[in-house]
């Protein structure tokens, strides 16, 4: 199964999502959450707001603009949001993070 590198687990905050562009273009944003690095969508599936810019709270991502939040466990919308936020796979071998093939 190929995986894409992302960044190097020291990169990662849990304070803030960090923006990475893959080779073809897509973003996606990975951060910790809790004990575990999660990768998600880059953008807000409300108004494409950059998820860079969201609160980072233990497992709940929050984006600023119109405070939907999600869990980052389940990808579930919490309070406002009205929509799900797409999860991927991610894998961690030798200080790096990687994103599983789907």
Do not use: N
């Amino acid at each position: 199964m190929a995986k894409t590198f992302l960044c190097r687990v020291e990169e990662v905050a849990s304070d803030a999502p960090k923006e990475i562009t893959l080779r073809d273009g897509e973003k996606v944003c990975v951060m910790k959450s809790g004990d575990s690095i999660v990768a998600c969508q880059a953008h807000c599936p409300h108004e494409g707001i950059p998820l860079r810019e969201g609160c980072l709270d233990g497992t709940t991502l929050t984006c600023l603009e119109h405070l939907w939040q999600w869990d980052l466990r389940s990808g579930e919308p919490l309070g406002l949001a009205e929509a799900p936020l797409t999860l991927f796979e991610v894998e961690i071998d030798d200080e790096a993070v990687y994103l599983k093939a789907s």
